[in-house]
């Protein structure tokens, strides 16, 4: 017996309502991230820290009542998490999600179509954060990419089937005394994509691990009040022991 189109046209017009029910969620996402305000917010926590309403209000150049109706619609949106100690109200990145949101939307703006430093602390500023930075929890620009090159090279990281570890790259961790502990559904190894290298360094667990490591032994320092960060003496020497990775190279 055919079937009847009259069902066949319901069961459709159901799936095409299922579909559109993203449409709402979709457009409330979007416009909480088209603002400029919020945008400087967001980017600014992808340092993985907490940070204060005053902190962010006065990094991105607001008063701090708007700063306050802005953290509200974020935090709302599920965008941010909220704590409070004492006095002090603090916001971060909701998850680890919501950070690879930031990072891959901030990947798609071409280099070119950037605003150009207005002053040499711009300038200055935009040049640490190339040679290194924290994308929220793991190394990004040029030092996440040599990270993620070293790891590679020397057979403890596949790239060919998308992030995987090997067995020997598992071995290197555990031998340099850098665990991995799985948090709940977040994958090893991933690709995330570097928004001024234009290639994919090194996130997930193990690029967690890895960025966590390096700040706690003081391979890594943060320098200003951005997500920026330099190699020290002592992150060059044990970087060139570890991975082979020139001395000087990360300067």
Avoid: N
Wanted: one cysteine or more; glycine letters at 12%; aromatic letters at 4%.
């Amino acid at each position: 017996m055919p079937k009847c189109p009259y069902r066949m046209l319901e069961r459709m017009t159901s799936r095409h309502r299922s579909r559109d029910a993203q449409a709402p969620r979709l457009a409330r996402l979007a416009g909480l991230i088209a603002d400029e305000t919020r945008a400087a917010f967001l980017l600014a926590l992808l340092d993985g820290r907490a940070w204060t309403a005053g902190e962010l209000a006065r990094h991105a150049g607001v008063a701090a009542s708007t700063a306050s109706e802005h953290l509200g619609k974020l935090v709302a949106g599920g965008l941010l998490a909220e704590e409070r100690q004492g006095r002090h109200r603090y916001v971060r990145l909701a998850d680890g999600r919501t950070a690879q949101l930031v990072e891959d939307l901030a990947a798609q703006v071409a280099p070119g179509a950037l605003e150009q430093p207005r002053t040499l602390r711009e300038s200055s500023a935009g040049t640490a954060m190339a040679r290194g930075r924290t994308c929220y929890d793991h190394l990004a620009g040029r030092l996440g990419i040599a990270l993620t090159d070293a790891l590679t090279g020397r057979g403890l990281l596949r790239q060919d089937t998308g992030f995987a570890l090997t067995d020997d790259g598992l071995k290197w961790f555990a031998d340099a005394g850098i665990g991995l502990e799985p948090t709940g559904r977040r994958p090893l190894a991933r690709a995330c994509l570097d928004w001024t290298e234009r290639r994919p360094h090194l996130a997930g667990v193990a690029g967690a691990a890895l960025c966590r490591h390096a700040l706690d032994a003081g391979w890594c320092v943060r320098i200003g009040s951005e997500r920026a960060v330099k190699v020290t003496d002592q992150g060059e020497r044990a970087l060139a022991a570890l991975l082979g990775i020139a001395t000087g190279a990360l300067r």
